[in-house]
């Protein structure tokens, strides 16, 4: 009989539903939030009925951090399950106010492990409590569902596409409130989506779907620059990365950020030392040499060793390289012609230098109190030149939940 593992979400279906064959199986931390991205129709909901118990497959087994949902003995029906869900659809109750419809479900013993006050704040609902869902947007309905699903007190969030019937500004503005919410909570959650810019914001680890497989699960930005994975060879290809704040420049309004084998100067407002910041760097903005540039006006050059040259059709090469001095740092990309990768000689496992001509900051995170320092260094632009590589700061991959949780 196979055992659960603390510490992890344990998933394996197979077999099918509807006639739809699914063949799923992955392992994830129960931490931080584990999206499940793929084309539609792949099978994503069908895993996500699973895991609520909404659907049967005899030859299942789901643990959440130790805790057996289903395995060959068991079957716990859905409402044993303590999982908040969260729909497309956010199926509020029309008779009931929101204040009602947060507080359905919620089991009543006081004081709640997630405070009915604190759900309201983190998805600023106080304006909504006492309105009838049909009086609320698509985005506000959303929240609500999102804050009724917490207040459940669940051990895992799992939200369904969240954000797939809203029109693009209500998902600009609900996407916030999503990122804000493994931030704040101790609380494993699903992420359900096929749309990456919307993952690559907030997901620290991805699960890859296709036709009712798993064909991958690992940290995002593992996943993102995989050379065996079709993420590294898209059009979109990006890497996200989560790096801290380290300083500020005043004079020339400049983010000093802390990555693995690089340290970054973004234009951006002045943030506290110590926040995590996420970072989206496309392989469509860095470029590469085979020296270090003298002089120009991109920032941000590091060494790197490329570590894969991946064809991108007959005219582009994307590029997998490791930043730092001897590629000890960081994984990015770049996208080049192949014009250009020929006439320079690029081979795998060249030294280069790369040069990231923008990134782009997603969330950010506030750092826990003891990792504010008091004395905020600042850098001279020019130091963030090839000079500045060989640092190794900082940790990739892991976020922390970085507030005193709810739970
Ligand atoms: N009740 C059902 N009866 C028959 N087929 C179904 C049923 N529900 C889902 N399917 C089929 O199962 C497959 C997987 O559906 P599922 O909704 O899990 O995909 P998905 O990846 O979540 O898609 P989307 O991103 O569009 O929501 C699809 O081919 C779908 O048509």
């Not at 303590?82 to 497309?88: A, C, F, L």
């Not at 993952?199 to 620059?225: C, K, N, W």
């Not at 582009?316 to 930043?323: F, G, N, R, S």
Request: with cysteine.
């Amino acid at each position: 009989m196979r055992t659960a593992t603390p510490g992890r979400i344990e998933i394996a279906f197979s077999g099918s539903i509807a006639s739809f064959p699914l063949d799923t199986q992955f392992s994830v931390p129960a931490k931080g939030v584990a999206a499940i991205f793929g084309p539609p129709g792949c099978g994503k909901t069908a895993v996500a009925r699973c895991i609520a118990g909404l659907e049967h497959l005899p030859a299942g087994f789901c643990a959440i951090d130790g805790d057996v949902w289903q395995d060959e003995t068991t079957f716990r029906p859905p409402h044993l399950r303590p999982i908040g869900y969260v729909s497309q659809d956010a199926s509020l109750f029309p008779h009931l106010s929101v204040r009602r419809n947060l507080l359905y479900g919620a089991p009543k013993p006081k004081p709640m492990p997630i405070a009915f006050d604190e759900v309201v704040e983190l998805l600023d609902l106080a304006p909504l409590l006492d309105r009838s869902p049909s009086h609320l947007s698509g985005g506000e309905r959303q929240r609500v569902a999102m804050g009724r699903a917490l207040l459940s007190q669940p051990r895992l969030l799992v939200m369904d596409e969240p954000l797939a019937a809203l029109h693009s500004r209500a998902k600009r503005e609900i996407l916030p409130f999503v990122e804000r919410l493994p931030e704040k909570l101790a609380l494993p959650m699903i992420y359900i989506g096929h749309d990456m810019a919307e993952i690559e914001r907030f997901a620290d680890y991805l699960v890859l779907m296709e036709r009712g497989m798993v064909t991958a699960a690992g940290p995002l930005h593992v996943l993102q620059s995989d050379p065996t994975l079709p993420l590294a060879t898209s059009h979109e290809a990006a890497i996200s990365l989560d790096a801290v704040v380290s300083g500020y420049d005043g004079r020339y309004g400049l983010l000093i950020l802390r990555l693995k084998g690089a340290r970054l100067l973004v234009p951006a407002p002045p943030l506290a030392p110590g926040v995590h910041q996420r970072l989206r760097i496309a392989a469509c903005d860095v470029s590469v040499a085979r020296e270090a540039p003298r002089a120009g006006s991109i920032l941000n050059v590091f060494p790197a060793r490329i570590r894969a040259c991946l064809s991108l059709g007959t005219a582009e090469i994307t590029l997998v390289l490791a930043l730092g001095t001897g590629g000890s740092g960081a994984e990015i990309m770049a996208r080049i012609t192949r014009f250009s990768f020929d006439s320079l000689g690029l081979k795998d496992g060249m030294d280069v230098f790369a040069q990231l001509k923008h990134i782009s900051l997603l969330s950010a995170s506030e750092p826990p109190p003891q990792t504010i320092s008091a004395s905020t260094p600042t850098a001279e632009p020019g130091q963030a030149s090839a000079a500045a590589c060989n640092e190794k700061l900082g940790t990739r991959g892991e976020r922390h939940h970085l507030k005193p949780p709810l739970l």
